[in-house]
């Protein structure tokens, strides 16, 4: 149990650590980039993914010495224990790697802390337009430090959504449906950046095959301003392991499982 005044230092501490990762990024951009390959050629980790991870993982234990941290480049190649007890720590160094390295653009930084299970404290960098998105759980959502009003409840029909390019392209989980009952269809191709999108309602929804670091952030930050986010077929999530994840108004979601049920 983490008390609240814990929370409001780690709050401080974290969001100061997101404007140092952005920096570091801003200025590892501009040398040439250490590109690396993964699961497949196009799975693709830089220099920067990494030195963004040491340096968010090493000011994390600086700041909660006691934190468990789950983050994509060191744990990618390990089996994540999904105990969810204590302070659980999620990073994702750099989301979009792709549009990072083909674009320099569209990317975010993300990072989260889960305690006890519950989603507690989340973070957004979206590094190119310098805008922090940013909740602490019951104490509001923020864009660096403007409050963000609650997106209305649109329709699947009456909005935009954001699904996977790949997963829309193997009508994974009924996705050329959902896109085709919805009144366009956008794709960004960062978790980070898309989910921001639905936060600002710019899109009514967003789904995706995601692993634990790709939604940690978004689900605190989302739930904060009455979105929801669940499976696809409607279950609870369990942050620590891979679900195709929906995101999106309360509308978008019963509309989007009348469809996937
Ligand atoms: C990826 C991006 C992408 C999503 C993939 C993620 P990464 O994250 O968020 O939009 O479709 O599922 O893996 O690997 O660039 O951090
Ligand atoms: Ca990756
Ligand atoms: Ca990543
Ligand atoms: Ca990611």
Known sequence: MVNSETLERFDQKVQELLWSARKQTIELMNTPLKVDTKSSANDLVTNVDRQNEQLIRK???EID?????????ESFNHKIDPDLNGNVWIIDPIDGTLNFVKQRDHF????????DGVPTLGYIMDVMNKRLYHAWRGHGAYVNKLRLKEPANSSLADSLIAINGWQLIKNHCHQQEIAQQAAGLRMYGSAGIEIIHVLNGQLGGYTSRLK??????????????GLLVKTIDDQPLNVLSSNTVLVATKKV???IWQITK
């Open 253 to 255: 979601c019963q509309d």
């Open 59 to 61: 000011r994390l234990l």
């Open 212 to 225: 634990p670091w790709d939604i940690a952030a978004g689900m605190v930050i989302a739930e904060e301003l």
């Open 65 to 73: 010495p006691s934190a468990r941290i789950v983050g994509e480049e």
């Open 108 to 115: 975010a930084i993300m990072v989260a802390l889960y305690c």
